[in-house]
């Protein structure tokens, strides 16, 4: 009788204490690179909105994009020192923390983003999203940017225009691979870095979305871009694991309904962007735009498929199957 009298004063008490360690408002700091008429930027302001409607005096959302906060090199440190409470990077950015992400990296494997929606909703994409929990991190969602294009120097219209130019890349083995595939020389660069690089001829080249080349004036100082649709340029919203799970469970429901809500908002704002800034840049006439052939493509497809195998004991071969089965469905 006294151990359940104690067992029910000592949850009463935790209840208690709860309560009072979540009494005043929840600050929840959200730091992304990019900016804010990006995809990622748009949805970071729609779950701002969203929370600020549906728990105003619980929680407030601040919003710091273009690396105001943190840039692309100290976001994850803050966020696991809960410097900071979310973060969207992209996949290829969270290498040191889990090899299973890397599989995004893989050039060629989604022919389209129908295919990466339809791997992200299976049993393996969902799982990873939880992939670096027992690291701190972890995932809430995907967020979409588009399929990657490639820009140069030159027209890049088979694997061996690659050779020799320098092309910056996120910090990504893959990536490093994939250029080191058709012998270019991959330079790992912050993408606030980027825009000057490409003007100063540090790196002749980059891989980069549609909405990013606009949004970041890549075109200007980049004579050609070949849309190749070779990767994808997605974002993983993550928060800091103990912060997320500490949570008071109703508020915890709240964001998550947020999160999905601006995730459902941000990837289709993604769609549309990507086609009006494609149209934009052409329309600017400061660069060539060219379109790789099917036969083209397959060139590149084939030079580059060796970096799957490569990569496929870390990545799982039973993960990049489910990714590869997507393009059919």
Not at 39 to 61: C, I, M, N
Not at 94 to 109: H, M, N, R, S
Not at 272 to 287: F, L, M, V, Y
Not at 301 to 308: C, I, Q, S, T
Request: one cysteine or more; charged letters at 25%; a negative charge.
């Amino acid at each position: 009788m006294l151990k359940t009298v104690a067992k029910s004063f000592v949850v009463a008490l935790s209840v208690v204490f709860a309560s009072v360690v979540w009494a005043e408002e929840i600050v929840i700091k959200f730091s992304h690179v990019v900016a804010e008429n990006t995809p990622k930027g748009q949805g970071a302001e729609l779950f701002k909105k969203l929370v600020d409607e549906r728990l105003a005096g619980k929680v407030k959302v601040e919003v710091f994009p273009n690396a105001q906060l943190f840039g692309d090199k100290d976001e994850l440190l803050a966020l696991l020192k809960n410097d900071v409470q979310l973060i969207a990077p992209a996949l290829s950015k969270f290498e040191k923390y889990t090899k299973v992400l890397q599989i995004y990296d893989l050039p060629f494997l989604f022919d389209n983003m129908a295919a990466v929606d339809c791997f992200q909703q299976t049993p393996e994409g969902q799982a990873m999203l939880k992939s670096m929990e027992s690291k701190g991190i972890l995932g809430l969602a995907y967020w979409h940017n588009d399929m990657k294009q490639l820009s140069g120097p030159k027209p890049l219209k088979t694997p061996a225009d690659a050779a020799g130019l320098k092309f910056r890349i996120m910090s990504s083995d893959v990536l490093q691979s994939q250029f080191e595939a058709v012998k270019a020389n991959p330079q790992k660069l912050a993408f606030s870095e980027v825009y000057m690089a490409l003007q100063t001829g540090t790196v002749d080249g980059q891989e980069n979305s549609w909405s990013n080349i606009f949004s970041q004036k890549f075109y200007e100082v980049q004579p050609y871009i070949m849309e190749s649709n070779h990767g994808l340029l997605d974002y993983m919203v993550v928060t800091n694991a103990k912060f997320w799970n500490g949570l008071p469970p109703d508020i915890r429901d709240e964001l998550q309904k947020a999160m999905a809500e601006a995730t459902a908002e941000a990837n289709k704002i993604a769609a549309e962007k990507s086609a009006h800034d494609k149209q934009a840049i052409i329309d600017s006439g400061k660069t060539q735009v060219l379109e790789l052939t099917p036969e083209e493509k397959a060139a590149w497809r084939e030079v580059m498929k060796p970096v799957w195998d490569k990569f496929s004991g870390e990545i799982g071969a039973d993960n990049i199957a489910a990714a590869a089965a997507c393009n059919k469905s």
